[in-house]
């Protein structure tokens, strides 16, 4: 099964895609690991990329559609793939269409995730993020605590909080969400594949929704 996840950045695309990884096999591709992978790496894209990310602005549609063009096409993607943060722009989603189709494939659920913003202020700047780039275990020191402090329970590297997600930033992310990505909701909602989700309760909660509604087996 093919997913794209939608919705306000802390919504709980990344946890959900991680648990749908966990329990059925699927492949995550989230757009804003691989931009901070390549940040990490030091490459030209990376470099090019950490600007628009740090003042809480989407990285230009071309290069983010030629990552994940090239990531769709590897083999792991045919187990079936969850986008996690793409498309972003209606200009990314028309995009994605014409290559899904290039490509021989096909979605079969879209799923917003829908929260308040004062929620999403509070989940992001709570939020902590293993700093292992193939690990990227995310916690919250509210909600969600790491076992030690500081410390990914999973691989324990150190946790980190992410550039972005002081408030400040955080706010941009939203502007940025309401006026670039929010009218993907009305491009998309009109399918009947097109599944909203309320985002506000626990990830047990989202996640058993998710399932019972998708037919996920
Ligand atoms: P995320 O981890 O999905 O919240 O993304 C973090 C940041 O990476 C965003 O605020 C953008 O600057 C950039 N980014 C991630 N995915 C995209 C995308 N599909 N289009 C443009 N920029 C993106």
Redesign the pocket.
Known sequence: MNFILLGA?GAG??TLAQRLVSVFGLVQI????I??KEISAGTDLGKK?KS??DS??????EV?LGIVENRIKEKDCEKGFIM??????II?AEGFDSMLERNGLSIDAIVELSISDDEVVRRLTSRRTCSNTSCQAIYNVISSPPEKNGICDKCGSPLIQRS?ENEETVRN?LV?YYDKTSPLVRFYSGSSRYLKIDASGTIDSIFSDVVSKTGLK
């Not at 989230?30 to 690991?33: E, I």
């Not at 809480?56 to 549609?61: K, N, S």
């Not at 996690?84 to 722009?89: L, V």
Request: glycine fraction near 14%; charge should be neutral.
């Open positions: 950045p695309k990344g989230s757009t804003g690991d931009l901070r990329a628009y990310m809480g602005a989407l990285v230009p549609d983010i996690d943060g793409f498309p972003r722009t990314q972005d992310r940025t």
